[in-house]
């Protein structure tokens, strides 16, 4: 924003002033005393009406709802009491624009609004266009060769026009000779809401990038009220959007640019501008339907009056005794030396702050700890205030819940109930096998990661527990396998005996063996899907599944799943390195066009506004930190 600029809205913040609801009453009993003076019976009446508020001491609402009572018997001669004006400022700029979720709610119900009365009013206009070419215009087939070439050249003269305009043309063509009908309003369409939705997203997005970008560059990212930022689209880029990955419009580029004009005839996208081709088009949505938030409201502009500052306080004393307690208080807090103020910089445990006890400090204040340090002074003695002054059970119980001093069970209390929630997980292995046998597990979700890593690095849990837990929620996992197959409970035992021998082997950490887990659920799921699709194959039951000789694939075992594993790794770490190459190659494609277009700026084939514009459009965000040093760099050189 330019100097002029900011000159010009605070005049305007300090000049605008608002009419309240008693300012617009006050208004029209005026307009009515200028049309109707008033009689001498009104005036007598006025006379005795303030006579009796006064006599009455009527307050000032029910002074105007007398008002109102008499004005509707006798006119509008009464003025009402009270502000003619509001208190509110008018700021004609927005510091920081920006829109939030609730924001964008409350857009789209305006959209809706808006779409709703347009689609209403359109249907009035079409029935009055369609009367209007059934009467006043000449039939297509009535016309001679040279009307029908006229009629034609017009239509491909205007035929880009939006049509409201067309129409007006129409009807002055018209005059002339009636060969012209009026096309027919074309309705907001439900759509188009989603396109609007996401120009309204874009919108946010850009915002964003606008007020990071003119914050790294020191500059103010105000704007005014009724110039707004412009919302840069391509119709390109809309029809291609996605989200996650997945297409958002089954649509292609020229529905797309159907949308945005439908949008832009129906009034909702306005200030429409089009550079050229390569450029995109530059558009502001409609004031009474985007709802624009200020991050950080504007500051008052009165020059004459400061802002109140709650943090600067001022001490006032009430008499001597008290400013003496004061300045003793503070060279005890000031002395090095002070055995009880040598917890961390710690108050002691039975002080009691002055801002919670102030009205009672010369009475109840006492120092129960000797202080045996040459800066400190003998406390004040009172017997009767040693009485009544609270101890240090009375002060935690009025001190709020914050300050309360914690104990060590209560900051434990969260660690101990992970733990014995984590130890009830255990079960014994008859059980968990008759559990297996009847299902019910078939559908059993493993736990977290997440919480696995709490428990090891919180939990006051043992290593054996810990493995015990992880074994026994594999087995669980592994029951997925058998889901539509009978397995009796003494399967289910032996294959347990197996797991606990042939998993979690030579491990010594609890991390490590979270590690491993997830290398045994991934192979446990690998082979529940390759059973899933080779159904023509029944699973072993799990007592041989599970036995530690089954090496080979053909032996279909899970000791044999253990090569696929490997191939895995081996996957992922040649497809880490090829999205690493490919990262590199884009990188430096991205640098190249930098270097490509900061040497047109410094030719002069790019303005410095064209330079920002293009990096801003093909290329990341980043980029933008990566200009602003390379023109500092440039500047400087």
């Not at 045996?372 to 609270?390: F, G, H, W």
């Not at 069970?409 to 997980?425: A, I, M, W």
Request: aromatic share 10%; net charge positive; hydrophobic share 35%.
């Amino acid at each position: 924003m330019i100097k002029d600029t900011k000159i010009s809205a605070k005049k305007t913040q300090k000049n605008a002033k608002t009419l309240s609801e008693i300012g617009l009453y006050n208004q029209k009993v005026s307009e009515f005393l200028d049309n109707n003076p008033l009689t001498p019976i009104a005036q007598h009446a006025i006379k005795n009406f303030n006579d009796t508020a006064q006599r009455n001491r009527l307050t000032d609402g029910q002074y105007n709802q007398a008002v109102e009572e008499f004005n509707n018997a006798h006119g509008l001669i009464l003025l009402k009491k009270g502000n003619i004006y509001n208190d509110t400022k008018y700021y004609s700029y927005i510091n920081y624009p920006y829109l939030d979720t609730k924001a964008i709610k409350a857009t789209m119900d305006n959209y809706r609004a808006y779409v709703y009365q347009y689609n209403k009013q359109a249907e009035k206009i079409n029935q009055e266009i369609r009367d209007y070419n059934q009467t006043q215009v000449i039939n297509h087939y009535s016309l001679t060769e040279a009307q029908k070439k006229r009629k034609m050249e017009f239509i491909k003269a205007n035929n880009s026009l939006f049509v409201w305009e067309y129409n007006k043309v129409v009807e002055l063509e018209n005059k002339k000779d009636p060969i012209l009908p009026k096309r027919r309003v074309a309705k907001v369409i439900t759509a188009i809401e989603l396109t609007f939705q996401v120009l309204v997203h874009f919108y946010t997005s850009q915002l964003r990038e606008r007020n990071a970008y003119l914050r790294v560059l020191n500059r103010p990212t105000s704007t005014l009220k009724n110039s707004l930022p412009k919302l840069r689209l391509n119709q390109k880029n809309l029809a291609d959007h996605t989200m996650n990955g997945i297409p958002r419009f089954d649509f292609v580029k020229r529905t797309a640019k159907n949308h945005v004009k439908r949008l832009r005839e129906a009034g909702i996208l306005v200030n429409y501008k089009k550079i050229n081709s390569k450029q995109p088009i530059q558009v502001n949505f409609n004031r009474n339907i985007l709802v624009i938030l200020d991050g950080n409201p504007p500051k008052s502009q009165t020059p004459n009056f400061k802002g109140f500052n709650t943090s600067i306080k001022k001490s006032l004393h009430d008499n001597r005794e008290l400013d003496y307690i004061n300045l003793k208080l503070n060279k005890i807090r000031d002395c090095a030396k002070s055995t009880d103020l040598n917890k961390s910089g710690s108050k002691p445990e039975n002080y009691v702050a002055k801002e919670f006890y102030g009205k009672f400090l010369k009475e109840n204040f006492q120092r129960t700890e000797a202080v045996s340090t040459p800066c400190a002074r003998p406390a004040l003695k009172n017997s009767q205030d040693e009485k009544n002054s609270p101890g240090p059970a009375e002060i935690q119980k009025i001190l709020p819940g914050f300050l309360k001093k914690s104990t060590k069970s209560t900051q434990n209390k969260g660690h101990v109930v992970l733990t014995e929630n984590f130890l009830s997980r255990i079960e014994d292995e008859k059980k968990l096998a008759q559990k297996l046998a009847d299902g019910q597990y078939n559908y059993y979700t493993p736990l977290p990661y997440s919480y696995l890593e709490r428990v090891a690095n919180y939990g006051a849990i043992s290593f054996d527990d810990f493995k015990r837990v992880l074994i026994q929620d594999f087995i669980k996992s592994a029951a997925k396998i058998w889901r539509n197959h009978t397995v009796f409970a003494g399967s289910w035992k032996n294959a347990i005996n197996q797991i606990k021998k042939q998993i979690f082997v030579r491990v010594q950490s609890k991390e490590a063996l979270i590690e491993n887990l997830k290398q045994y659920r991934w192979r446990i799921n690998w082979a529940r899907n390759w059973f899933a699709q080779n159904t023509d194959i029944k699973a072993l039951f799990p007592s041989l599944y599970f036995e530690k000789n089954r090496t080979e694939s053909c032996e279909i075992g899970f000791a044999g799943t253990r090569r696929f594993w490997l191939k895995n790794l081996a996957k992922k770490k040649q497809l880490a390195k090829k999205n690493k190459e490919a990262n590199y190659n884009a990188n430096k494609r991205k640098r190249r066009k930098l270097e490509e277009a900061l040497n047109k700026f410094n030719n002069g084939q790019y303005t410095h506004k064209q330079l920002f514009n293009y990096v801003q459009n093909n290329l990341p965000h980043r980029y933008l930190e990566v200009l602003r040093h390379r023109l500092d760099k440039n500047k400087f050189a």
